[in-house]
């Protein structure tokens, strides 16, 4: 593995590990959430950084044009805007390649995040990266193995990372299931990713990732 690649993995590492989440109101953070209190690390998404919101709401999915509300959704699907990261010997900076003096190695950030409410939320939203659970939310407890589904547009992908408790865990199957343990209780962060080479202009590598939340009961 050569020192740019490594430089890349090491700046991804670093800034996806931020993990993104979602509250009851739909708001998104960055940061840590364990059971219902937030890390004094957390932050609030800005507004101008949401791309779009969807709700799914029985058999309807439509766009939520206030972005401060649920709805009452069954499950929300948020996409972040695309956004640039290039390391310098100064620091990273969130701006592409091409705009950066002296980079070293950069990525363009592709991610989203789906919050489920309701056992029966089940309905793809059929967004270009997304994680679906596949095993009845209801039924979820500590030690339980969940069923999971990765698709692009509805399509089921294969061999997409699947990262829990900050491990990757696993890989998605020939048919884009996977199945993971529930270690804890409470709200879960499940997160799948893929890379593809960038352009070599304005990034290395693009980042593509989806989260997906839940709660998990106790045993």
């Not at 439509?62 to 805007?81: T, Y």
């Not at 061999?159 to 884009?176: F, H």
Request: proline share 3%; with cysteine; aromatic share 8%.
């Amino acid at each position: 593995m050569n020192k740019n690649i490594l430089i890349i993995l090491a700046l991804c590492n670093t800034l996806i590990a931020s993990e993104i989440w979602i509250d009851d109101i739909a708001a998104l953070h960055y940061g840590q959430k364990i059971m219902q209190e937030t890390s004094i690390k957390a932050k609030k998404i800005k507004q101008d950084e949401i791309s779009k919101i969807s709700c799914l709401k029985g058999d309807e999915i439509f766009e939520l044009v206030d972005k401060n509300l649920r709805d009452d959704c069954d499950a929300v699907f948020v996409e972040l805007k695309r956004v640039y990261y290039t390391k310098t010997p100064f620091g990273t900076k969130k701006v592409s390649k091409d705009r950066t003096k002296m980079p070293l190695s950069s990525f363009l950030s592709v991610a989203s995040i789906k919050m489920i409410y309701k056992n029966d939320a089940t309905k793809l939203f059929k967004a270009p990266f997304e994680l679906s659970l596949r095993t009845p939310l209801a039924k979820i407890k500590v030690g339980d193995r969940i069923r999971l589904i990765v698709t692009s547009f509805g399509i089921p992908k294969a061999g997409v990372s699947i990262t829990y408790n900050k491990k990757i865990v696993t890989k998605s199957d020939k048919d884009g299931f996977v199945s993971v343990e529930m270690k804890q209780e409470g709200f879960q962060k499940i997160r799948a990713s893929y890379s593809q080479k960038g352009d070599g202009i304005k990034s290395d590598e693009i980042i593509h990732s989806t989260t997906l939340n839940l709660e998990v009961l106790k045993p």
